[in-house]
C-alpha cells in the first residue's frame, strides 16, 4: 500500500523557518513535488539534481529527497504570512518534474502550516 505522510508543520512568525518531511513507502516513485493546498511550490526529479520552484518561494524554500529513506523534505525559510496553508506531499510515477496537480499520482495527508506577522 504506497503512503506518503508529512509532517513537520506547526504556527511560526513571519521571518523563521520550518522543515516539512514527507515520509514515502509502498513504492518508489521517480518525481516529487510540495503543494499548498493545490497551488505548486516546488518539485524534485529522480535524483533530486532537478528542481522547480513557484516563483513566491524561490531563494527562501529548497526541496530535496533522500532516496536511502524514501523521504522527501522542503525546508522553509524567511516565512511570510501569505505561505500560510496545507502544505501536500505529491508523487508521480512520471520521468521528469511537473508544476501541474493532475501529473502526481499519490498524495499524502497534508501538514497545516501558520505564519503570522
Known amino acids: 500500500q504506497v503512503q506518503l505522510v508529512e509532517s513537520g508543520g506547526g504556527s511560526v512568525q513571519a521571518g523563521d523557518s520550518l522543515r516539512l518531511s514527507c515520509a514515502v513507502s509502498g513504492r518508489s516513485f521517480n518525481a516529487y513535488a510540495w503543494f499548498r493546498q493545490r497551488e505548486f511550490v516546488a518539485s524534485t526529479s529522480w535524483g533530486g539534481?532537478?528542481?522547480d520552484y513557484a516563483d513566491s518561494v524561490k531563494g527562501r524554500f529548497t526541496i530535496s529527497r533522500d532516496n536511502a529513506s524514501n523521504t522527501v523534505y522542503l525546508q522553509m525559510n524567511s516565512l511570510k504570512p501569505e505561505d500560510t496553508g496545507v502544505y501536500y506531499c505529491?508523487?508521480?510515477?512520471?520521468?521528469?518534474?511537473?508544476?501541474?496537480?493532475?501529473?502526481?499520482?499519490?498524495w499524502g495527508q497534508g501538514t497545516q502550516v501558520t505564519v503570522s506577522s
Open positions: 539534481a532537478s528542481t
Open positions: 505529491a508523487a508521480s510515477r512520471r520521468m521528469g518534474r511537473f508544476t501541474r496537480v493532475d501529473l502526481y499520482d499519490s
